[in-house]
Every structure is written in C-alpha cells, then in structure tokens.
T-cell receptor, first 110, second 114 residues
C-alpha cells in the first residue's frame, strides 16, 4: 500500500530554535495535510495544502506542497515549549481516505 | 472545523469482553471515519461509516471484530468485540468537513485490555 516516509522520527531542540520536518512518498498526491497531536488528545489540523508548490503559513508554522507532488515539509520558527507533541503528515487518497506518516515527536528544552 | 466528542474517554476492559465507543458531532456530516492508534504508532484507518449504508472496512479489519453503526448524520458507534490485549489502543473518530477533504478528529478513546 501507499507509504509516507516522515523524518525525523524525533527531535529534541532548544526553545527558540527553528524546526523542520518533512514527508516523502513514491506516489503523487493532490492534498497534503499536517496535524499535531498533544498527549491524550486527537490530532488537530494545522495546515492543508492543495496545490503543487503552494506555501502556506499558520502563525509560526509554514508548510509547502512539493512541486513534484510527492513531498511536503513543515517548518516551525522560534519554537516554544507548547510546540511539544507529535506532528503527522497525511495525504488524501481515492475513496476519501487519509494515509498518515509515522510522525515526528518534537521535544523542546526550555 | 467541527466539535466532536467521544465516550468513554478511556476504559480498562477484560479480555473476551466487548466495548462500544460513541462519537457525536456538533452538526450533520456525510462521512465519519474510525481510526486506531496503537501505542507509539501512527493512525490507521479501520473503516468509513456513511449514514444509510454499510461501513467500508480497510484491509486487516473485519465487521465481526469491529461492528459499526451510523444511525444518523451526527452519531456513530464502533464496537471492539471479543477483546484481547492486542486491541489496547487509542480509537479515534473523525469527520470530513469542507471541500478540501480535511478531517477533524475527536479526542480519542484510550482502551486498555487486561
């Protein structure tokens, strides 16, 4: 089946640093989504991307839909302690399904 | 977005028993989805539940193990049947909103089977 390769698997950074994570696939997709999951909660949608090359921001978060439609990245600028959590990329498949990447666990040291 | 609630939020169950998880949405939606998230893992789609039709199950999931009801456009249930410790997971429902296939998730039900 389709697989999304998300990296890195985990990151431990200092507060104030910028963060970058990405997702790649061997298949082309028309929609890329980025979610954040806090402990004990469901994933929360951060950014949705619909057009190849699209660059979208949501506060300190910026995500891009790769021009080949096979990848996407998420950047977080000037990280703060509440950025801690697991970040997931997801793609929309035929049949209205979402396929999720393996997740990036972000830890922020104050 | 969408306001989605799930009951129970967590439960500890004995093997061999069944648990029914409820998902309630604040407004009518056509498509609802059920996911499983095993400890430390990503989300895996169990099934898609549309009102008025049988749920569509993904590979590796069967109706006898995970029966789903969708009696109306704001509510769905997922039952985890004849549980074993391997069923210990977080179970999440989601709905699709907006024209761009965005899905919004409930808070999840954390199930532990002993």
């Amino acid at each position: 089946g389709q697989q999304l390769n998300q990296s890195p698997q985990s990151m431990f950074i200092q507060e104030g640093e910028d963060v970058s994570m990405n997702c790649t696939s061997s298949s082309i997709f028309n929609t890329w989504l980025w979610y954040k999951q806090d402990p004990g909660e469901g994933p929360v949608l951060l950014i949705a991307l619909y057009k190849a090359g699209e660059l979208t921001s949501n506060g300190r978060l910026t995500a891009q839909f790769g021009i080949t439609r096979k990848d996407s990245f998420l950047n977080i600028s000037a990280s703060i302690p509440s950025d801690v959590g697991i970040y997931f990329c997801a793609v929309h498949n035929a049949g209205n399904m979402l396929t999720f990447g393996g997740g990036t666990r972000l830890m922020v040291k104050p | 977005s969408a306001v989605i609630s799930q009951k129970p939020s967590r439960d500890i169950c004995q093997r061999g028993t069944s648990l029914t998880i409820q998902c309630q949405v604040d407004s009518q939606v056509t498509m609802m989805f059920w996911y499983r998230q095993q400890p430390g893992q990503s989300l895996t789609l169990i099934a898609t539940a549309n009102q008025g039709s049988e749920a569509t199950y993904e590979s590796g999931f069967v109706i006898d193990k995970f029966p789903i009801s969708r009696p109306n456009l704001t509510f769905s249930t997922l039952t985890v049947s004849n549980m074993s410790p391997e069923d210990s997971s977080i179970y999440l429902c989601s709905v699709e909103r907006g024209g761009g296939h965005e899905q919004y998730f409930g808070p999840g039900t954390r199930l532990t089977v002993t």
